[in-house]
């Protein structure tokens, strides 16, 4: 992996730390202008967090849903959210947790905002370049 490609998100100012690997959808884009996360919540902008277990993984590889999860699992997430952006003195608000039918909707609906996105990011550029050109 290049250097350029790795990009520090946050910093925990704290001894809280990711329940379990965390990261991202690529193409994919939230209304706070941030790819969806990978690890359900909301705080002011609408903000989803997606709970995935990786396929391979003996431990978690029989998992189809949330509902599934041991109950103490949804507790160790529920907490880690409470807590992740307390030394930011950032409030979060912690909803229900989803079923996967809703999690893929999010999916769906992050990817349509990031092809929105992209193409009114090229459209601005043509009329930028446009202007350029005159």
């Known amino acids: 992996m290049n250097a350029e ?7 925990l100012y704290s001894s809280v730390v990711y329940p379990h690997n965390y990261g991202f959808i690529p193409l994919t884009l939230c209304e706070d202008n941030d790819t969806v996360d990978v690890l359900i919540i909301m705080q002011g902008e609408k903000d ?6 990786c396929a391979d993984d003996p431990e978690y590889r029989h998992y189809n849903d949330i509902k599934d999860l041991p109950p ?8 880690f959210f409470e807590d992740y952006k307390k030394n930011e003195n950032k409030e ?14 999010a999916i769906q609906h992050s990817m349509d905002l990031y092809a929105d996105y992209i193409v009114e990011t090229r459209e601005l550029e043509a009329v930028v370049m446009s202007d350029v050109r005159k």
Do not use: G, M
Not at 5 to 11: E, G, L, Y
Not at 72 to 79: D, Q, S
């Open 5 to 11: 490609n790795v990009q520090v998100d946050r910093v």
């Open 48 to 53: 989803d967090k997606i709970i995935a277990v």
């Open 72 to 79: 103490h699992r949804l507790a160790e997430f529920r907490r």
């Open 92 to 105: 979060v608000a912690v909803n229900d947790f989803l079923p996967a039918s809703d999690a893929f909707e």
